[in-house]
Nanobody
Framework: QVQLVESGGGLVQPGGSLRLSCAAS????????MAWYRQASGKERELVAG???????NYADSVKGRFTISRDNAKNTVSLQMNSLKPEDTAVYYC???????????????WGQGTQVSVSS
């Protein structure tokens, strides 16, 4: 089994910054895409940013220029640096990864438990 554990959420004022981190653990052979999603109250979960093993990234239009996703393949971690935060960024943020476990020949998708980010004055 694989576990994804997020950290770094909290309450921040508009214009502030937060850094989210996610660590994957378990019987991991390789991880392809790692991503951050978010779900605001009453809304559907949406992709915030994704990054391939090779470092290619994509972002939701709403966060381009403010958020930066990065990963450490050796440590199986992914981070999301969030700057210039807005109240509309308030949501539960989830880590997601496509993982090839040892002994298997297919990638399985895993989610973290989520971490709350609240942007308010």
């Amino acid at each position: 089994q694989v576990q994804l554990v997020e950290s770094g959420g909290g309450l921040v004022q508009p214009g502030g910054s937060l850094r989210l981190s996610c660590a994957a653990s378990g019987s991991i052979f390789s991880i392809s895409i790692m991503a951050w999603y978010r779900q605001a109250s009453g809304k559907e979960r949406e992709l915030v940013a994704g990054i391939t093993r090779g470092g290619s990234t994509n972002y939701a239009d709403s966060v381009k220029g403010r958020f930066t996703i990065s990963r450490d393949n050796a440590k199986n971690t992914v981070s999301l640096q969030m700057n210039s935060l807005k109240p509309e960024d308030t949501a539960v943020y989830y880590c997601n990864a496509d993982v090839l476990e040892r002994g298997r020949d297919y990638f399985a998708n895993y989610w973290g438990q989520g971490t709350q980010v609240s942007v308010s004055s």
